[in-house]
């Protein structure tokens, strides 16, 4: 079992939103909840870049590109972290990757999901 699963990518039309999760299913509520979470994505082509992240008290900050569109969140007795994408346009488009590093400094990804933006 992986240590994180997103879920949520596809395809959307201009101005559309998608709601992207994941999950940490190895993850005990003592290890995730103190752990920093991000969301990272890899446009076609380019090299893989930070979109947003959340601390473990919560904190958030996002990169110039997305801030005002998309919002990141985190439901730690569920293990799960979202990223809520509004607005969307088409340089949105790429694979996104959840991405934890633990109290320890352990860091790992998950497998990606794809968003295709509009065209």
């Known amino acids: 079992q992986p240590q994180l699963v997103e879920s949520g990518g596809g395809s959307v039309q201009a101005g559309g939103s998608l709601r992207l999760s994941c999950k940490a299913p190895?993850?005990?509520?003592?290890?995730?909840?103190?752990?920093?979470m991000a969301w990272y994505r890899q446009p076609p082509g380019k090299e893989r870049e930070l979109v947003a992240s959340?601390?473990?008290?919560?904190?958030?900050s996002y990169a110039d590109s997305v801030k005002g569109r998309f919002t990141i969140s985190r439901d730690n007795g569920k293990k799960m972290v979202y990223l809520q994408m509004n607005s969307l346009k088409p340089e949105d488009t790429g694979v996104y990757y959840c991405n934890q590093v633990q109290r320890n400094g352990l860091t790992y990804w998950g497998q990606g999901t794809l968003v295709n933006g509009p065209s």
């Open positions: 190895r993850n005990i509520l003592s290890v995730f909840s103190p752990s920093d």
């Open positions: 959340i601390t473990s008290d919560r904190s958030t």
